[in-house]
């Protein structure tokens, strides 16, 4: 690991890196978040590497301003920037001064066969599990408990739902960031909901998750282009998600899902209680969402659109040889 690039540690993890891209003859650097982007960019390009790409996968809420001036500066250094949707896409431009064209969107992809309807005892055995009766809806979210997230906004909101409906559990699955983890778990006793929120940590078997669930809600303040969304989708759930980033390029407000203002707790319920009450609007919303995922945001889509890229930058016989391994690949 490397905490400070500043100084001698990182000025040694530089050198090696700029080695190793030497020595194994690398022709491809892919670079993610601020730091990489800065430092590897300016790496690769001394090490003469002929494609080096940025992958953006968010909208820079973590950015500061040295970060911002210096992507001003080196982003010349890139043969090409990939943006995880069109959001993301428009924020770079407006916000470094890059051209449009050097800029292409690669959406996030899922395995449709990792969300083929689970068996109902399965989903009966896992509910119980967790302590949701047979009878109670779960509306539930996917994602690392920090600020950005919006969890206490989800909170907030089933405050407002389980005044008129008790039946519902709500389940939040993700890492839990501990000091925000603490203020979110203050609210849920602050408010007395500590019964219907269940808190599952870090779990692996996602799919699962989600096929219990009734509604997937995505309170995020900032986004990319959110992965639980469109896993979400995958599993036929409707979704409800806030307006923000690449959120209204994945959702289709009234047809696949709702979706609401940031930091708007009322919307989310009401959102929510319409959901409960029309259970043949969950079911129209999820089958649209699972179509709409199975078909625009899959990772074999991802896959092909992100090997093409590369292929089309590389020089001369550099892509030629590549498309050759691709066709190889694909034979076998």
Not at 95 to 105: L, Y
Not at 153 to 169: D, F, G, M, P, S
Not at 250 to 263: C, D, F, I, N, Y
Not at 308 to 332: F, T, V
Request: glycine share 10%; aromatic share 6%; with cysteine.
């Amino acid at each position: 690991g490397l905490e400070k690039i500043l100084g001698m540690d990182g000025l040694k993890k530089g050198v090696g890196l700029f080695r190793f891209i030497k020595n194994e003859g690398i022709s491809v650097v892919v670079t993610y978040h601020h730091d990489a982007d800065i430092w590897g960019g300016i790496i690769s390009r001394l090490a003469g590497v002929p494609v080096i790409i940025s992958s953006r996968r968010d909208l820079g809420y973590q950015l500061e301003r040295k970060h911002i001036w210096a992507y001003r500066i080196i982003n010349r250094l890139y043969t090409r920037v990939i943006s995880v949707c069109n959001a993301v896409k428009a924020e770079i431009i407006k916000r470094e001064w890059i051209a449009e064209d050097k800029i292409i969107t690669i959406y996030n992809g899922v395995h449709p066969q990792n969300h083929d309807i689970a068996a109902k005892d399965d989903i009966l055995t896992l509910k119980r599990s967790l302590g949701i009766g047979p009878a109670e809806s779960t509306v539930g979210t996917l994602g690392a408990i920090r600020p950005v997230k919006g969890h206490i906004y989800l909170v907030r909101a089933a405050a407002e739902v389980l005044k008129k409906n008790k039946k519902v559990k709500f389940l939040i699955v993700g890492y839990k960031d501990p000091e925000f983890f603490e203020k979110i778990r203050s609210l849920v006793d602050e408010l007395g909901l500590d019964k219907h929120f269940i808190f599952t940590g870090d779990r692996r078997d996602t799919a699962r998750i989600l096929s219990i669930l009734d509604i997937f809600v995505l309170p995020s303040i900032s986004e990319g282009f959110s992965n639980a969304v469109i896993e979400a989708m995958a599993a036929g759930k409707p979704v409800i998600a806030t307006e923000v980033g690449g959120n209204p390029e994945s959702v289709v407000h009234g047809k696949t899902g709702m979706l609401v203002r940031p930091s708007d707790p009322e919307a989310i319920a009401v959102g929510i209680l319409k959901l409960l009450d029309d259970v043949d609007l969950q079911k129209k919303m999820g089958n649209e969402g699972m179509l709409r995922a199975r078909s625009m945001f899959t990772f074999e889509k991802m896959i092909t659109f992100t090997e093409d890229l590369y292929i089309s930058l590389l020089p001369g016989n550099l892509g030629k040889s590549g498309r050759q391994m691709m066709c190889k690949k694909a034979a076998n």
